[in-house]
């Protein structure tokens, strides 16, 4: 067993270049925003460079109540569409018109108004089954 562990101690082992720590003196720029979104070129740009810009997205969650998604859903089939295009195209038009946006905040601070109670009423009865 001590031959073998000799043998070991004694191996050379490979030699690698040591490597350049050096720091690059060009920072990136970070007075952009994170939050800006490219601007979409008008259609027949869009058309020429739909193969040079590749499309970011990020996943997310949708929690929709039964109805609505089915709804939703059902427009979507009929145009031949994804349920998160649409909702894309929603928010952009909505974006681009404040009246349409007032409208859709106020029915969503309504709708939000509603869900917290529900969530709230829930939560109460999970306690009280807990700690009865």
Same mark, same amino acid.
């Given at each position: 067993?001590?031959?073998? #562990?000799? @043998? /070991?101690?004694?191996?050379?082992?490979?030699?690698?270049?040591?490597?350049?720590?050096?720091?690059?003196? *060009?920072?990136?720029?970070?007075?952009?925003?994170?939050?800006?979104?490219?601007?979409?070129? $008008? $259609?027949? !740009? $869009?058309?020429?460079?739909?193969?040079?810009?590749? #499309?970011?997205? =990020?996943?997310?969650? /949708?929690? &929709?109540?039964? *109805?609505?998604?089915?709804? #939703?859903?059902?427009?979507? @089939? !009929?145009? *031949?569409?994804?349920?998160?295009? #649409?909702?894309?195209?929603?928010?952009?038009?909505? !974006?681009?018109?404040? !009246?349409? /946006?007032?409208?859709? &905040?106020?029915?969503?601070?309504? =709708?939000?108004?509603?869900?917290?109670?529900?969530? $709230?009423? @829930? @939560?109460? =009865?999970?306690?009280?089954? =807990?700690?009865?």
């Amino acid at each position: 067993m001590s031959d073998a #562990l000799e @043998r /070991l101690k004694q191996r050379s082992r490979p030699s690698v270049k040591s490597r350049d720590t050096s720091l690059d003196s *060009g920072s990136p720029d970070t007075s952009i925003s994170r939050n800006q979104e490219p601007q979409i070129p $008008n $259609n027949s !740009e $869009n058309q020429a460079t739909i193969s040079f810009q590749p #499309l970011q997205t =990020k996943q997310s969650t /949708l929690r &929709l109540e039964q *109805g609505v998604s089915s709804r #939703l859903q059902e427009v979507c @089939r !009929e145009n *031949g569409i994804c349920r998160e295009v #649409l909702i894309e195209a929603m928010f952009e038009y909505c !974006e681009a018109n404040p !009246e349409f /946006l007032s409208a859709v &905040l106020s029915e969503a601070i309504t =709708k939000n108004d509603y869900r917290q109670q529900v969530a $709230n009423m @829930r @939560r109460a =009865k999970s306690m009280m089954q =807990k700690f009865s």
